[in-house]
C-alpha cells in the first residue's frame, strides 16, 4: 500500500492518495480542492481511481469532490450520520471561502463497522462522533493504519465548538474506538503530521 499526502484547499488540509502499486488501484481520502497538478499525477502514473472517502463533511475536506468526478465516476463515501452536514452550506461551512456555498447531495451513505473494498485493501468504518455528528475514521488493519480525519491529531484532537459539535463524545470516541486500536497503528490526520495511536495514548493531552 502507498500513501502519498497532499496538501490542498484554503487551509491545507491532507488529502491523501492510497494505491495499490501492484494493480494502479487507488482511493482519494478527504479532496479539499481538485488542483491540476494532482490530476496529472494521478494519470501519470495510470493510476484507476475507484472511490472518495470522506472522514466528515467540512468544507476543507469536501470542495473538491465536483473536480474529481469530472475525470472519473466513482462513489462518494461519508458517513451515514453526516448527511445533513453534506447538504447544509452552514453546517459544512463553505460560506466562509464562497458566498453561495457548496453542497453535495450524491454521496453514498455507510455505516459504523461496515467494510469497503477498493485497491486490494479493507476500509473498515469507525464511527467518531465529535469533531461533527458524523465524523468517522478509516481503518486498515491489513496496512496497520487509520485515516482519522479531524478526530484525532497528533497530541492533540479535533475541535468541538461547531454547531454540530459533540464535545461529550469526543473523549470517548478517541478512548473507546481509536485507542483499542494496536500501539503501531500509523495515523494520517485531516491536518499536521502523522502519528501512531501508541504516541497519543501516552502523550495526547487531551484524552
Same mark, same amino acid.
Do not use: R, Y
Given at each position: 500500500m502507498k500513501i502519498e499526502r497532499f496538501g490542498i484547499g484554503p487551509i491545507h488540509t491532507n488529502c491523501y492518495? $492510497?494505491? &495499490? +502499486? /501492484? %494493480?494502479? #488501484?487507488?482511493? @482519494? @481520502?478527504? !479532496?479539499?480542492?481538485?488542483p491540476d497538478y494532482l490530476i496529472s499525477h494521478i494519470k501519470n502514473e #495510470?493510476?484507476?481511481? /475507484?472511490? @472518495? *472517502? *470522506? %472522514? =466528515?463533511g467540512h468544507f476543507d475536506h469536501i470542495m473538491g469532490i465536483?473536480?474529481?468526478?469530472?475525470?472519473?465516476? $466513482?462513489?462518494? *463515501? $461519508? =458517513?451515514?450520520? #453526516? #448527511? +445533513?452536514?453534506? &447538504?447544509?452550506? &452552514?453546517?459544512? =461551512? %463553505?460560506? $466562509?471561502?464562497? !458566498?453561495?456555498?457548496y453542497t453535495f447531495s450524491g454521496s453514498e451513505y455507510v455505516k459504523d463497522g461496515q467494510k469497503l473494498n477498493f485497491a486490494g485493501y479493507t476500509f473498515e468504518v469507525i464511527y467518531t462522533p465529535g469533531h461533527t455528528v458524523g465524523s468517522c475514521c478509516y481503518y486498515v488493519e491489513s496496512g496497520k493504519t487509520l485515516f482519522s480525519g479531524d478526530t484525532l491529531f497528533l497530541e492533540s484532537v479535533g475541535r468541538t465548538d461547531f454547531e454540530n459539535s459533540r464535545p461529550a463524545l469526543m473523549g470517548r470516541s478517541v478512548r473507546e474506538r481509536l485507542f483499542i486500536l494496536p500501539d503501531d497503528t500509523k495515523v494520517y490526520p485531516g491536518h499536521e503530521d502523522e502519528t501512531t495511536i501508541g504516541h497519543e495514548r501516552k502523550y495526547n493531552p487531551y484524552i
Open positions: 492518495l $492510497v494505491s &495499490n +502499486e /501492484q %494493480t494502479k #488501484e487507488a482511493v @482519494i @481520502i478527504d !479532496p479539499a480542492a481538485c #495510470e493510476m484507476k481511481l /475507484q472511490a @472518495i *472517502l *470522506l %472522514t =466528515h465536483d473536480g474529481f468526478l469530472k475525470e472519473w465516476k $466513482v462513489p462518494v *463515501l $461519508v =458517513h451515514e450520520k #453526516e #448527511e +445533513e452536514t453534506m &447538504n447544509d452550506k &452552514n453546517l459544512n =461551512h %463553505t460560506t $466562509v471561502i464562497s !458566498p453561495d456555498g
